[in-house]
């Protein structure tokens, strides 16, 4: 770990280079999902500085990773990947290795000289690849300030990255002030030190230093810069809005307004709104800056104030009646009133945090809402003509057979349905969700971790109070997830129908593959035969992942 001492400052006596590198690194798995989103967060940290007159750079090496670079490291690929000790061994100069050092060369050769490196890590597997880029900086320009920040940062606790160094200052929160007060400090402006920074972890001698999370208001956060990116790289064949789509996100509001009990969302920022003519104001000014009337609203729920979206659907429909959008919705706050309206201002696909069609499963994971509402709002969503994209949870704590006879009922009113998607996974515990910080209050108990490679997601198992021990609940698990089976092929096959671009195969019905699919199972001489339609139905078509 590289310690600062708390008695000198890492900038005295340097000649420092006033430039801000914003890094969005790549990743060491491409199990990473392969989506071409741009880079939100670190874009309006981008536009913030650039505001205050802060010379910065923003660079975002992921969809390279993910999409143009088959040859680079992949921990989960058997030919690509590397032992932890062999990680570490490369990180801290014990070894040397060819495979990384041209990973790491192909990226950071590409970084500026600057004098600050802040990398915004969204996801666990940007971190490890932080690192090494980290590491290379350190090597050829020793002077350079080092800054992790991001929602991993943010919502990970301090024992998940500290130990590991490289970083002069982790920033937990909104890194637009953080930065800023970084870089004043780094030039020998400005009054504060580092324990008046907000959101800063820094170590000084034996001890970490931790102020008190950033928090930025939403009506402050600037609208998104995207100067310096290839924006060819985040375009995409899309099947509702056409070849070459070109997405801007933007949101309307920052944070969860939820507490979904099975989830940390609620750790990256709290739950703040933009005025409307704010919100109407820069996505005007985007649309005409960018060329593109498509939007990914990337709010947590975008519906947490229904009046506020209320209102900005009416200007959205006044002012602004060519833009095109999807988002995240919650169920409880949303109508039939209000679909019509979000419809009417643009909205063609809603992601919706369903996740159960049985209500005391429901209320366990901490939605609230009632299922018949949850059928009806389903129903007048596909009336108006909006697509709908249900995430589903399976293997849920105390999770029985009523359980999955609801699930099963939600699939089936809706899998043939070409404006329904259903995204169903399997339930993990969520370090820092509450279920995880309070499990007596959701009947668990005895919560302990699973030993796991150090690049693998953090996994925790779990007994029921009153109930099941925890092999008991590895048993129910691998037979509810039998008896599941073949309503999660159904929904597998109806998906890759759903996004296929061929008309004739629009029109096969999943039933159909799902009895070949059976008939495979007992004669090999049709599973060959199987296996090549379903290449080539999946050659057609997008994948879901590549759709959100």
């Given at each position: ?5 708390p ?6 006596g340097?000649e420092t ?8 690194p790549?990743?060491?798995?491409k199990?990473?999902?392969?989506t071409?989103f741009?880079?939100?967060?670190m874009?309006?940290i981008y536009?913030?500085?650039k505001?205050?007159?802060v ?6 090496f ?13 921990y989960h690929?058997?030919?690509k990947?590397?032992s ?6 490369f990180?801290?100069?014990?070894e ?12 950071a050769?590409r970084m500026?000289d600057a004098g600050?490196?802040a990398?915004s890590?969204v ?10 880029l ?5 090597q050829?320009?020793?002077q350079?300030?080092?800054?992790f ?9 301090l024992?998940?990255f500290v ?10 929160g909104?890194?637009e002030v ?6 004043s400090l780094t030039?020998?402006r ?5 324990d008046q920074?907000?959101?800063l972890?820094?170590?000084s001698g ?7 999370k950033?928090?930025l208001?939403?009506?402050?956060e600037?609208?998104p810069?995207f ?15 056409g070849e ?7 949101r309307?509001?920052?944070?969860c307004p939820?507490r979904?009990?099975f989830?940390t969302g609620?750790?990256v920022d709290?739950?703040?709104y ?5 919100v109407?104001?820069e996505?005007?000014?985007?649309m005409?800056?960018?060329g593109?009337?498509n939007?990914q609203?990337a709010?947590?729920s975008?519906?947490g104030n229904?009046?506020?979206l209320s209102e900005?659907?009416?200007r959205?429909?006044a ?11 919650k169920?409880?706050g949303?109508?039939s ?6 419809k009417?201002?643009g909205?063609?696909s809603?992601?919706?945090?369903v ?10 994971l901490g939605k ?6 949850m ?5 007048d969503?596909?009336?108006?003509g ?6 589903l949870?399976?293997n849920?704590p105390?999770e ?6 609801d699930?099963?009922?939600?699939v ?9 998607v259903?995204?169903p ?8 969700s509450?279920?995880f910080d309070?499990?007596?209050?959701y009947g668990?108990?005895n919560?302990?971790?699973v030993r796991?490679?150090i ?14 021990d ?6 129910r698990?691998d037979?509810?997830?039998?008896m599941l089976?073949?309503?999660l092929k159904?929904?597998?096959?109806s998906?890759?129908l759903?996004s296929?671009?061929?008309g004739n195969l629009?029109?096969?019905v999943?039933?159909?593959l ?5 008939m495979?199972?007992?004669?090999p001489?049709?599973?060959r ?9 999946q050659?057609?078509g997008?994948?879901?992942k590549?759709?959100?």
């Amino acid at each position: 770990m590289r310690k600062i001492s708390p008695d000198v400052s890492i900038f005295e006596g340097a000649e420092t280079d006033p430039r801000v590198a914003l890094i969005h690194p790549p990743a060491i798995s491409k199990r990473y999902l392969k989506t071409k989103f741009m880079p939100y967060g670190m874009s309006v940290i981008y536009a913030f500085l650039k505001e205050h007159s802060v010379p910065v750079v923003q660079q975002d090496f992921l969809m390279e990773y993910l999409f143009n670079s088959p040859e680079d490291l992949d921990y989960h690929n058997p030919e690509k990947s590397f032992s932890e000790e062999r990680f570490f061994s490369f990180l801290e100069g014990r070894e040397s290795n060819p495979g990384w050092e041209a990973f790491v060369k192909k990226y950071a050769s590409r970084m500026p000289d600057a004098g600050i490196y802040a990398f915004s890590i969204v996801a666990y597997h940007q971190f490890w690849a932080a690192l090494l880029l980290a590491r290379h900086i350190r090597q050829f320009n020793p002077q350079a300030v080092i800054v992790f920040g991001g929602p991993f940062i943010t919502i990970k606790p301090l024992e998940s990255f500290v130990r590991f160094g490289m970083a002069d200052y982790w920033v937990k929160g909104s890194g637009e002030v953080p930065l800023l007060m970084i870089h004043s400090l780094t030039m020998g402006r400005g009054e504060a030190t580092r324990d008046q920074i907000p959101g800063l972890i820094y170590v000084s001698g034996d001890q970490i230093c931790q102020c008190a999370k950033s928090e930025l208001p939403a009506e402050a956060e600037c609208a998104p810069d995207f100067e310096g990116l290839e924006l060819d790289d985040y375009r995409y064949d899309h099947p509702l809005t056409g070849e070459k789509t070109f997405f801007l996100p933007y949101r309307l509001s920052k944070g969860c307004p939820s507490r979904c009990s099975f989830c940390t969302g609620r750790l990256v920022d709290r739950y703040d709104y933009k005025s409307v003519d704010k919100v109407i104001r820069e996505l005007s000014l985007l649309m005409d800056k960018y060329g593109t009337n498509n939007f990914q609203f990337a709010d947590a729920s975008i519906n947490g104030n229904p009046r506020q979206l209320s209102e900005i659907c009416r200007r959205l429909s006044a002012e602004l009646p060519q833009i095109r959008w999807y988002s995240y919705a919650k169920v409880n706050g949303f109508n039939s009133e209000l679909l019509r309206q979000v419809k009417q201002a643009g909205c063609f696909s809603l992601f919706w945090g369903v996740e159960s069609g049985h209500q005391p499963t429901v209320k366990l994971l901490g939605k609230h809402f009632d299922v018949e509402e949850m059928y009806q709002l389903l129903d007048d969503a596909i009336a108006v003509g909006i697509k709908n994209y249900v995430h589903l949870i399976y293997n849920t704590p105390h999770e029985s057979k009523e359980t999955l006879d609801d699930f099963i009922r939600l699939v089936k009113r809706y899998v043939d349905s070409d404006l329904v998607v259903f995204l169903p996974q399997r339930f993990l515990l969520e370090p820092q969700s509450l279920m995880f910080d309070n499990p007596e209050n959701y009947g668990l108990s005895n919560v302990r971790q699973v030993r796991t490679p150090i690049f693998e997601r953090e996994q925790y198992i779990f007994d029921e109070i009153q109930g099941f021990d925890h092999s008991q609940i590895s048993e129910r698990n691998d037979l509810h997830r039998e008896m599941l089976a073949s309503h999660l092929k159904l929904i597998q096959y109806s998906n890759i129908l759903n996004s296929a671009g061929n008309g004739n195969l629009r029109r096969l019905v999943p039933g159909l593959l799902m009895q070949s699919w059976k008939m495979s199972q007992r004669f090999p001489v049709l599973a060959r035969i199987h296996d090549a339609l379903e290449r080539l139905i999946q050659s057609r078509g997008t994948t879901i992942k590549e759709q959100l």
